[in-house]
């Protein structure tokens, strides 16, 4: 816990939450904003939870209204779609923000002494993000397909003046280009912390939607006992050239940091009882140790997901472990145990994330795992 305090002190002079915007909300800001949530609720120390506050309330203020009323914090080529020039918001950004918050306004809510405390602000938290998906809502991000729902980058933007938007605002519920599978799972997670803390069921129909659809593109391989699925697939007709030619390429990408995302979609569905079920869990971990795992324990490494060649681009990460099955599997604790770092980029958040789990003795170490 030492290292872990330190890193993430250190990285916090960094105050993405006064800089940043569009999609790097997401990926910059949500490592410290998970951490600071998880931290308080291991510790319960308010420092934490002071941290979580004051980032929170620098990121929101920032907000600029734009020409439908809503609020956003634009970025010029930040949507996410292909060849995009103009300042967009980030759904994405903006999801993976807010789901930290919402968790923990969740919490909050259960607990009579953090809510006489830090109920209002948790409050604050949850009325911003249901004004944020409202907002996408209106924007014609969300596609119903045949199996389930899909969200998209709209193809349209704020003018240079910020005053109004581009052309493509008028064809907002028709085009745009379908999020990678590893984006829907960021919004999907962030869309089960709304129904967490509001109850509101269309939170988490969207979620399950979405998973429905992942389910359905997933193959069975080797027997049936290795899962294999794609970075993006298309789903609708805005995802094709006029040609007939699909907008980006399909099939499993080289950075195996992805489908580690995916799996933390696939988890927290199951544990909601959406989708998924426990032989889908196991089936994943059949995947990562039999057919991805290099076989050692110290300095493990995995391949990708399909086997194939690594890419110089991603030579350190063609595969990596899937920490969200730990709960699911001794050797995976094992595995996460050994090698985990706390003071690196993933452990801000997931350090005190799987310590509380042992003290809740909701997992067990490997040492004592049956």
């Known amino acids: 816990m030492e290292a872990w305090e330190r890193a993430i002190l250190s990285g916090s002079r960094r ?107 948790a409050g604050r938290w949850v009325e911003a993000a249901e004004r944020c998906f409202a907002k996408w809502e209106a924007r014609g991000a969300w596609r119903e397909v045949a199996l389930g729902g899909v969200w998209v980058v709209p193809e349209f933007g704020l003018e240079d003046d910020g005053k109004q938007w581009t052309k493509g605002y008028e064809r907002r519920k028709s085009t745009g280009f379908t999020h990678p599978a590893n984006k829907q799972n960021h919004i999907a997670r962030s869309l089960l912390a709304l129904y967490r803390a509001t109850g509101k069921e269309v939170y988490r129909d969207r979620a399950a939607a979405w998973w ?11 027997e049936g006992r290795r899962w294999v699925w794609n970075y993006w697939d298309p789903a609708g007709p805005w995802d094709y050239e006029a040609s007939g030619k699909p907008r980006h390429w399909v099939g499993v990408h080289p950075n195996g940091g992805y489908y580690g995302i995916d ?91 799987y310590l509380e789990m042992l003290r809740q003795r909701r997992i067990k170490p490997f040492e004592s795992a049956g």
Request: with cysteine.
């Open 15 to 121: 105050r993405y939450c006064d800089t940043e915007t569009g999609e790097e909300l997401g990926w910059l800001m949500t490592p410290f904003l998970s951490g600071y949530a998880s931290g308080f609720g291991f510790t319960g120390e308010d420092r934490w939870m002071e941290r979580l506050s004051d980032w929170s309330r620098a990121w929101l203020e920032r907000g600029v209204v734009e020409p439908d009323g809503q609020v956003g914090w634009p970025k010029r080529g930040s949507g996410g779609s292909l060849e995009q020039g103009y300042r967009t918001d980030s759904l994405l950004g903006e999801a993976m923000a807010f789901r930290p918050l919402v968790s923990m306004a969740a919490r909050i809510q259960r607990d009579e002494v953090w809510k006489k405390r830090w109920g209002m602000e």
């Open 212 to 222: 429905r659809v992942m389910k359905s593109r997933i193959r069975r391989v080797d």
């Open 263 to 353: 799996v933390e979609g696939i988890v927290e569905a199951f544990e909601h009882g959406l989708v998924f079920e426990r032989a889908d869990l196991d089936s994943l971990v059949t995947t990562q140790l039999d057919f991805m795992w290099d076989g050692r324990v110290r300095g493990a490494k995995f391949s990708r997901l399909d086997g194939g060649p690594v890419d110089s681009r991603w030579k350190d990460s063609p595969g990596v472990l899937w920490t969200a099955l730990a709960p699911y599997s001794a050797k995976l604790r094992e595995l996460f145990e050994v090698n985990h770092e706390p003071g690196g980029w993933g452990g801000l958040a997931s350090t005190p994330w």
